[in-house]
């Protein structure tokens, strides 16, 4: 049997055809075979589940690789590249098809399974401008500790808070503001995240306290991002209460909650070990720059 948080690529057996793109009559084939590892593959199956396979939504085309009949490897090749493979056969067919696909802005994942696909994918004579080491924590269990009365989930009247915010940590965090690159994108991400209810926000006299997204919302896990705390505030416990109720509320409805950390981060890192939250896995992102 398969155990979550294992990275099964081995060996391919039988007949195995190139990659094809998947088909929306293979949606929920798809999802069964993400639901094998649901930790690792929340985004994928996330964007399937909201989306649809066929989406400009998805900001790319997912892809199956089969061998007799059964799906070995499922991939996202867009704007950001992600992959999920049982076999090498898998992996590397996936490496070839997005050697020859339109550049993506990122590859993201395990770090086993990064690297293998990128010793492949590098020939293409793309380069790494940038590479980050992330922490996968997870939390099953929201610890019992004060909690903030005031968390609610975002609306529409919040999106310029929103956008601002998101903007600030994308830029401070890549090196690239969305706002800039893509305003109107950006803009339309984060209304329709919001009009999803996947923003909360706790704001006190025009104040932003604590802020997160959920980025991918199944219901074995859900993925949190950009979580915010006013930098001036910080140590204070906002973070902790506004991030144990989100948490607790979430928990409820969901097997567990998710998220990805700078390596760096040793402080950080400290934050979310008092509220519970569990290491994982090591993943890395591959911020992609243009062949000379």
Same mark, same amino acid.
């Given at each position: ?14 007949? &195995?055809?190139?990659p ?6 293979e ?6 075979f993400?639901q094998?590892?649901?930790l690792?593959?929340?985004?994928m ?5 909201d989306?649809g ?5 998805? %900001?790319?085309?997912?892809y199956?690789y089969?061998?007799n009949?059964?799906?070995?490897g ?12 049982r ?7 996936f490496a ?6 339109s ?8 770090e ?7 010793n492949?994918?590098?020939k293409?004579?793309?380069?790494a401008?940038r590479?980050? %080491? ?8 929201s ?14 009247n919040?999106l ?7 903007s600030e940590? &994308?830029?401070a965090?890549?090196?690239?503001d ?10 339309? %991400?984060?209304?329709?995240?919001i ?8 704001v006190?006299g ?5 802020k &997160?997204d959920?980025? &991918? ?10 979580i ?12 902790s209460?506004?991030?144990t ?9 969901s ?13 950080? %890192? ?12 090591h ?8 062949a000379?």
């Amino acid at each position: 049997m398969r155990q979550e948080g294992e990275n099964y690529v081995g060996k391919a057996c039988g007949h &195995a055809s190139q990659p094809e793109p998947l088909r929306e009559s293979e949606q929920q084939q798809a999802l069964t075979f993400l639901q094998e590892r649901p930790l690792h593959t929340v985004y994928m199956a996330s964007l399937i589940r909201d989306n649809g396979v066929q989406s400009p939504l998805n %900001r790319g085309r997912f892809y199956r690789y089969m061998s007799n009949g059964e799906i070995e490897g499922i991939a996202l090749l867009g704007h950001a590249t992600l992959i999920e493979a049982r076999t090498e056969s898998a992996l590397s067919s996936f490496a070839r098809l997005a050697q020859h696909s339109s550049l993506p802005h990122l590859i993201r994942g395990e770090e086993d399974l990064v690297m293998r696909f990128w010793n492949q994918y590098e020939k293409s004579g793309q380069s790494a401008s940038r590479v980050c %080491r992330e922490l996968l924590l997870e939390q099953k269990q929201s610890p019992a500790i004060k909690e903030a009365t005031g968390l609610r989930q975002a609306t529409l009247n919040d999106l310029e808070t929103v956008i601002r915010v998101n903007s600030e940590m &994308a830029l401070a965090e890549s090196g690239s503001d969305p706002l800039q690159r893509d305003p109107e994108g950006f803009r339309s %991400r984060v209304t329709r995240r919001i009009k999803r209810g996947r923003n909360w926000i706790w704001v006190e006299g025009g104040r932003v306290l604590f802020k &997160a997204d959920i980025i &991918a919302d199944t219901p074995q896990v859900i993925y949190l991002e950009g979580i915010y705390v006013d930098p001036e505030l910080r140590g204070n416990g906002y973070g902790s209460m506004g991030l144990t109720a989100l948490t607790r509320k979430l928990l409820s409805r969901s097997g567990s909650v998710c998220l990805t950390l700078n390596a760096r981060k040793e402080k950080t %890192r400290s934050f979310y070990r008092r509220a519970g939250y569990v290491f994982r896995s090591h993943y890395d992102t591959i911020y992609l720059q243009a062949a000379n």
